[in-house]
């Protein structure tokens, strides 16, 4: 007991010698399938952008209730086990021992404290309950029947709700109670609290409580964790160190408790000095704020900077696609959009493969924004609908419409306008206005004159809510590799932000009717509707029919007109770095970006 209440204290008092090395909790999780078993020790640089970044650690961590495995199953993780029953109950059950980072226990408690008193109380969440917990606008039953159990109950199924728990940036339902009680006005004395305001110059409890609370943002070293590292830096900072959590829940097969590094290092530089200091060696892990046009120069300095580059595929579902808006002001473009043929055509025009030896040195493929091959979920007919480089058949479908050449070559709109269209993109990579220079000249063999804009991204998002942008060229779906148990919203309007081909549907959707337009095109009212029918659905055989079903429609409808895929992300590592994959998919949903690949168990080799 006194050893325990010794280690207790050095983490409460940020300990910043040689990281402590503690106890797993009495059932941990064992990691059988590694590729290496590791050594414990040593520390690992990564380079950022900027100071808030340290809430990737989180990411990167990847602790969550349950999480994906690299072949995307949800399995426990911080849980021991979970229970679903009928598709709207859920029964979690905690580790026993199980410890937050400064050795104080990880219980039902927290689960409690963050249910009632952070999210039903009124001052600290007065816009109510995160969307994932209200179904057909009801919340569930919540209850702590022991220590070490949680159960959820809704009255129908909420097929969103383990998604949603393991993703990269998660709905995260606990909190450590035993240190934000101090900071809540239902707990703590009233003159101490005052005092805490005023200490921390906040403009109310709620203000000061959300600067200690936020798990996510990694920005407080008090707050307890149960990710593998702990921040031990103060902001404001250039360089942000984090040592290993002691009591973190995972083992190798050999019992030795995981993280095997010791403490991780984000030291923060400016975005074009990424790949420039990649290959100067000032980094052992490096893949944010590199791209594939790197590569060459990358490949060029492994033998001064002592990394290794690898290539993982992008899992996006196309690398950047075309977005016309179905919703836009204009009404001669809104109708023209609207039409299946118009957009068949602007495909058909697209020479792809062009594309990708201009841009990827011919390593890319055609693809229409839909899935990649490694979903389950994939069919042939999904992932080449819309897609051939055909000019003889656009120029038929645009005569199809009536948009007939002029003397100039350019083709008329139905009110006699020239059609010129302008693509808008945020202009934030050269390989945007790149790609629209390609775009433009192709576009420009079928009779269509191309004007490109780049604009500031927040400018951008309110020109597609406005519904003055017409087209929008952006990436493609983040999450190119969905199973039938993740949510398929992007196939369905349901987003303002996320989905400018038709925001003022997605509006509409998400402010329940009170703004934007219904959708009123057949085939998007169907998507939508199956897209309720999912999110009522009790089973993965079920699910997975209605993934299918909207696939398929959103495929052979070519709402959006992708460019190419497998645009590969280059992953430096420095050698004697081991259990770093190889080949890999890169995405932010639902990898996590390196999240479900374990970094907890990468190692140096001695």
Request: charged share 25%.
């Amino acid at each position: 007991m006194k050893r325990w209440i010794a280690l207790a204290a050095l983490a409460a008092l940020g300990f910043v010698g040689a990281p402590l090395r503690a106890e797993p909790p009495a059932v941990p999780r064992v990691l059988e399938d590694l590729p290496k078993i590791g050594r414990p020790g040593g520390s690992l640089r990564m380079l950022v952008t900027r100071s808030k970044d340290t809430r990737l650690m989180y990411v990167y961590g990847y602790a969550r209730l349950v999480g994906y495995t690299p072949d995307l199953k949800l399995v426990p993780d911080i849980l021991e086990s979970f229970t679903v029953e009928d598709g709207r109950i859920f029964t979690f059950r905690l580790r026993p021992g199980h410890r937050w980072s400064d050795g104080a226990p990880f219980t039902s408690e927290d689960f409690r404290f963050w249910w009632e008193d952070w999210a039903r109380n009124q001052e600290l969440r007065p816009y109510g309950l995160p969307p994932t917990l209200l179904v057909a606008g009801e919340p569930p039953e919540v209850s702590f029947p022991d220590a070490r159990t949680v159960r959820y109950a809704w009255s129908q199924p909420n097929p969103l709700f383990l998604p949603r728990l393991a993703a990269a940036a998660p709905l995260i339902i606990y909190a450590p109670a035993h240190y934000l009680k101090r900071f809540h006005r239902r707990y703590a004395d009233p003159e101490e609290l005052a005092r805490l305001v005023a200490e921390d110059r906040a403009r109310d409890w709620v203000q000061l409580f959300y600067r200690r609370a936020r798990a996510y943002r990694f920005t407080n070293p008090d707050l307890p964790t149960l990710q593998p590292w702990r921040l031990v830096t103060r902001p404001p900072a250039q360089r942000f160190v984090f040592e290993r959590n002691p009591y973190f829940h995972r083992v190798d097969a050999r019992g030795q408790q995981l993280p095997y590094i010791d403490r991780v290092v984000l030291e923060v530089v400016s975005p074009r000095l990424v790949p420039v200091k990649t290959g100067a060696g000032e980094t052992d892990l490096q893949f944010r704020g590199l791209a594939f046009k790197d590569v060459t120069f990358l490949k060029q300095s492994e033998g001064r900077s002592g990394l290794r580059t690898l290539l993982w595929k992008e899992g996006r579902s196309a690398r950047l696609a075309l977005y016309p808006n179905l919703t836009a002001k204009d009404p001669v473009w809104r109708e023209l959009f609207r039409d299946r043929r118009l957009r068949l055509a602007l495909s058909f025009a697209l020479d792809r493969t062009a594309i990708s030896q201009f841009l990827y040195f011919g390593m890319a493929t055609p693809a229409n924004n839909t899935i990649l091959p490694e979903s389950p979920l994939w069919e042939e007919e999904i992932g080449r609908a819309c897609l051939g480089h055909d000019p003889a058949r656009a120029n038929a479908l645009l005569d199809e419409l009536g948009l007939m050449r002029g003397k100039d070559g350019i083709r008329r709109l139905p009110d006699g306008r020239p059609f010129e269209l302008v693509i808008e993109t945020a202009g934030e990579e050269t390989e945007q206005i790149d790609v629209l220079e390609l775009v433009r000249d192709q576009w420009a063999r079928i009779g269509l004159r191309v004007h490109v804009r780049p604009t500031e991204r927040e400018l951008l998002r309110n020109r597609i809510f406005s519904g003055e942008a017409l087209m929008v060229l952006w990436w493609g779906h983040d999450n190119g590799v969905p199973t039938a148990d993740m949510s398929p919203a992007a196939f369905a309007p349901t987003s303002q932000a996320d989905q400018p081909q038709w925001s003022r549907w997605g509006q509409y959707y998400e402010t329940g009717g009170r703004a934007g337009e219904p959708p009123d095109l057949p085939a998007a009212v169907k998507l939508l509707e199956l897209f309720e029918a999912w999110t009522r659905s009790r089973t993965t055989e079920e699910r997975t029919r209605i993934w299918k079903a909207m696939l398929r429609l959103y495929a052979s409808e070519c709402f959006t007109i992708g460019l190419v895929k497998d645009v590969m992300q280059p992953v430096m590592v420095r050698r004697g770095l081991e259990n770093v994959p190889e080949t890999a998919v890169y995405a932010w949903d639902p990898f996590a970006q390196i999240g479900v690949y374990r970094p907890d168990t990468f190692f140096w080799a001695r």
